[in-house]
């Protein structure tokens, strides 16, 4: 920039020495015809002296000639209309009565005239006593010819002026220019510090450039919080998500979709080249969606295609999938449970309207349909109750579950003697929890029922109670135990470790599924633990689960 500054300064200083020349020159050549017309009218005196006496025509043609020759300047004889009797620069009769100088000297007496008729010339036009017009006429020094000598003698103060004005220049440049570079190395270095200046002429644009400071690093500092924010959702997504262009070209991915596709950093996804459903997806660009199951657990792939970029969301389905599951399974025992007592119950309806059954065994039929109808009904009840679960809204109590263990754990003395079990009760006094009969009774029975129907002949059945802070109920038996892959099953509505202990048994799978549901909603730690034929225990914390 000083180096433009410079240069300019250069340029204009002998653009100005130039222009003061010309004007030189110029007003040199306006003396000059200045003094070429003062010089015209001495000789025109000094012609009419000569021409007093001049008598012929002749004479005067050879007075012009010799009075050139002396003076050096252009002596015409004319009449008074103008036309040349006497020439000593041509011929006569040459009409000279259009020019400016003829015309005003006929109408005035003089008139005078500068070129461009016989080029940079100075001309005088006058009447004499005789009636006629003399026209004298000298060269004048040119434009050109007068800067041509001007030049020379301004060459030098040029040059010094150039000197002076580079000169000027440079220290100018240099004062003007130090507080803007010295501002140019505080910007550089700045790095968002407040930046300041001893100019005052650069005090507004400093204030603004700090102002764009101020505002620029808070919206670095909104943008970075922003990433950090949209960084810290993504890589706490459950549900995977990948921006991507091709199967080598990501744009965006976070950890949990790196985790299930095992992408690598700057790595082409492996699935979307090897996995041909996907590949297929992938080349047809039309939104679809596949499942896949991974380390277990069931995933749903959605993909979605748009012109900056196609996303793949990854959505983990394993609960949707157990529920629909669940569900099949649901409609499928409901089914099952519901259609052997009205099956029993049709058949020995039709076989006594056709008369079928024979007298005795009429009673039987009887028994037996009103047997299944207690059992149809039963069921009804339990997912009657299972469904109500949800919609109970009642408020809880202090139940005093000691004393209610002692009123609930009689009444299943009979099966229990029927199965020749040794039942053990350990339950501490006062042991109290908030909830309400009701539930805790549905428990307890639902527990209880399954350690007999699923104990074996002669084996033990204890029922445990502990209080403290933090009050625990378990539930022991030496029965035919849970398999291992049967355990995260058990508290299915309507399944069974046994199916044997279906149909007549009285076990609808729903004992378990109820205890579940209830523990959930009173938010109790239910667990379980069991060894095939060994034996199962249940146990329930009464205290909120962590």
């Known amino acids: 920039m000083k180096r433009k500054i410079i240069f300019a300064a250069l340029g204009i200083s002998l653009a100005a020495a130039l222009f003061s020349s010309m004007i030189a020159a110029a007003a040199c050549r306006s003396e000059a015809a200045a003094q070429v017309g003062r010089a015209l009218s001495g000789y025109m005196n000094i012609f009419e002296e000569q021409l007093a006496g001049a008598e012929s025509e002749g004479s005067l043609q050879a007075l012009a000639e010799d009075f050139a020759a002396e003076t050096g300047v252009r002596v015409t004889l004319l009449s008074a209309d103008g036309i040349a009797v ?6 006569a009769g040459e009409d000279f009565s259009g020019r400016e100088e003829v015309a005003a000297a006929v109408e005035t007496g003089e008139g005078r005239a500068e070129g461009p008729e016989g080029g940079d010339t100075v001309r005088l036009c006058r009447k004499t006593g005789q009636n006629a017009l003399v026209l004298l006429a000298a060269d004048a020094p040119s434009f050109g010819a007068a800067w041509g000598g001007v030049f020379p003698a301004f060459a030098g103060a040029m040059a010094l002026i150039l000197l002076c004005g580079l000169a000027v220049a440079w220290m100018t440049a240099s004062f003007a220019l130090k507080p803007v570079e010295k501002l140019t190395r505080e910007v550089a270095i700045g790095a968002g510090r407040e930046i300041h200046t001893d100019a005052p002429p650069l005090q ?8 764009m400071n101020a505002d620029l690093e808070s ?13 810290l959702i993504l890589n ?23 985790r299930l596709l095992d992408y690598e950093k700057n790595e082409p996804i492996r699935c979307f080249s090897e996995d041909r459903e996907i590949a297929a997806i992938l080349e047809e660009g039309e939104a679809a969606s596949v499942s896949r199951r991974i380390e277990g657990r069931d995933y749903s792939f959605r993909f979605t295609f748009k012109k900056q970029g196609s996303v793949l969301l990854i959505t983990d ?21 519901m259609n052997t007592p009205l099956t029993s119950i049709r058949g020995f309806a039709e ?10 065994r009429i009673g039987h039929a009887a028994r037996t349909i009103i047997r299944q109808s207690d059992r149809l009904s039963a069921l009804i009840r339990r997912i009657i109750n299972f469904s109500a679960i949800d919609s109970d809204a009642l408020p809880d109590y202090e139940v005093d579950l000691s004393a209610l263990l002692g009123e609930v754990l009689p009444s299943f003395e009979p099966r229990i003697a029927e199965k020749k079990i040794a039942f053990t009760q350990e339950v501490e ?24 129907r699923y104990n074996k002949e002669g084996g033990t059945l204890t029922v445990r109670l502990t209080g403290g802070a933090h009050p625990v109920l ?8 849970i398999a291992e892959e049967d355990k995260t099953r058990i508290f299915d509505r309507f399944y069974t470790v046994d199916k044997s202990h279906g149909g007549e048994g009285g076990g609808f799978g729903l004992g378990l599924a109820i205890v579940k549901k209830l523990c959930l909603r009173a938010g109790w730690k239910l667990s379980v633990e069991s060894t095939l034929g060994e034996g199962t225990e249940f146990k329930i914390e009464f205290a909120p689960e962590k």
């Not at 389905?317 to 025992?333: C, G, L």
């Not at 076989?351 to 005795?360: F, K, N, R």
């Not at 009969?437 to 350690?451: A, D, K, P």
């Not at 378990?474 to 135990?481: I, L």
């Open 351 to 360: 076989l006594i309207a056709a008369d079928g059954v024979p007298p005795e």
């Open 204 to 211: 507004p644009l400093v204030k603004m450039l700090n102002e």
């Open 236 to 258: 706490s997504m459950e549900h995977g998500i990948v921006i991507f262009r091709s199967a080598s070209d990501v744009i965006l991915i976070n950890r949990t979709a790196e």
């Open 429 to 452: 006094e006062g042991v109290k929890v908030m909830s309400r009969r009701e539930r805790l009774i549905e428990i307890v029975n639902n527990l209880v029922s399954n350690g007999i």
């Open 474 to 481: 378990c539930v022991r038996d030496t029965g035919v135990g």
């Open 317 to 337: 389905v394993t609960e949707t999938v157990a529920a629909a599951r669940s569900k099949n399974d649901f409609i499928a025992n409901v089914t099952h449970e």
């Open 86 to 91: 006497a020439d000593s620069g041509g011929e």
């Open 219 to 231: 919206k670095v500092a909104k943008m970075k919080e922003d990433r950090s924010i949209e960084k």
